[in-house]
Structures are given as structure tokens and as C-alpha cells.
């Protein structure tokens, strides 16, 4: 039973421990550097700051993702421009609950947030492209491959090749 809600103050240190659990080799096939992770207690502060925003006002939005009612992964977005875009990224926890095609069902249960509460019109989502599981489940979701090149995506990625997928709200609504 997959389940996508609103993230929560509660949840915050299940998403950290994430970060600061996982292992080198894990930073590196998603394209970051763990050495560039922020101190813990200001990343938690940054949460519950974009946690108690408006969602007019939002620089990251994230939702928890849930099998079983237990949270087994995240999906945010960041550099929110309120009605035009934002940049998704997926995240599943652990080993044991990635592999098993529920990325698909969870990216999707996750759009109508998107959408619906920063009224964006395009969702953007640049993953490693050297990182095939998020590649595959963007595309199996329907979202439209727009090109590959170099760039550092994100304050704790490296200089990296990504994939740049898109969704626009018309193909959204199609779905």
C-alpha cells in the first residue's frame, strides 16, 4: 500500500538519517558528495522553515513517500519559481525497498502535489545520468527527455552529466 503525503516535523530526522547514514558509494552513484552535506542541525532548521511556509513563499517543497504506512523515501523539489517550474528529485532509503518498480507508482501519486500546490507549469528533474534507476522511472511515468549535458545540480552534487526530463502540466493532466 504506496503512499505519498505532505512531509512532517516528525519526519525530518528519518530524511536526515538518510543523508547522513548513507554510505560513500551511495553519494556517488547519485551524483553528490557527502562531504558537502550541511551541518545536520541547520539542514534541520531549513526544513522546518520550508515546512511552516506558505506555499507561495516555498524554496524546496518535500513529500514523504510510504509502503505499509512506514516512510521508506522522499521526493522534494527546489528552485520553485511559484506557477512556472521546479527541479524534482527522488529518493528511496534503502537498499531493501529500491529495485522493486514502486518509483514508478510514487513519482506519480507525487505530481498532483506538485501541480496542485505550487501551481507550477513545468517540473523539470535532472538526475545523474550515469544512474539508471531514476532515468528509467522518469520515463516509465511519461515524462519527456529533453537532453544530456554537464553542470552541478545541486549544492551537494559534483560536476556531473545529467539527464533533463520534463512534465508540463498539460501532459500532466493528459495523464
Known amino acids: 500500500m504506496l503512499n505519498v503525503r505532505e512531509i512532517e516535523i516528525k519526519d525530518i530526522d528519518l530524511l536526515l538519517d538518510y543523508w547522513y547514514n548513507s554510505s560513500n558509494e551511495h553519494f556517488l552513484k547519485m551524483g553528490a558528495d557527502s562531504c558537502k552535506l550541511p551541518l545536520r542541525k541547520d539542514f534541520f532548521n531549513a526544513l522546518v522553515s520550508q515546512i511552516n511556509l506558505p506555499y507561495e513563499e516555498k524554496k524546496a517543497y518535500a513529500l514523504i513517500w510510504e509502503d505499509k504506512e512506514k516512510q521508506i523515501g522522499h521526493s522534494n523539489i527546489n528552485d520553485i519559481v511559484f506557477r512556472k517550474e521546479a527541479y524534482m528529485h527522488l529518493h528511496v532509503w534503502n537498499t531493501s525497498n529500491r529495485r522493486k518498480g514502486s518509483g ?29 534507476a531514476p532515468n528509467k522511472t522518469l520515463e516509465k511515468v511519461g515524462f519527456e527527455f529533453v537532453k544530456e549535458y554537464v553542470t552541478i545540480p545541486g549544492s551537494i552534487n559534483f560536476e556531473q552529466k545529467v539527464n533533463l526530463w520534463k512534465m508540463t502540466r498539460d501532459r500532466f493532466l493528459e495523464m
Not at 507525487?110 to 505550487?118: D, E, G, I, Q, V
Open 104 to 132: 514508478v507508482d510514487l513519482v506519480k501519486k507525487s505530481l498532483p502535489f506538485y501541480f496542485k500546490n505550487l501551481q507550477i507549469e513545468t517540473l523539470f528533474c535532472q538526475p545523474y545520468a550515469l544512474n539508471p
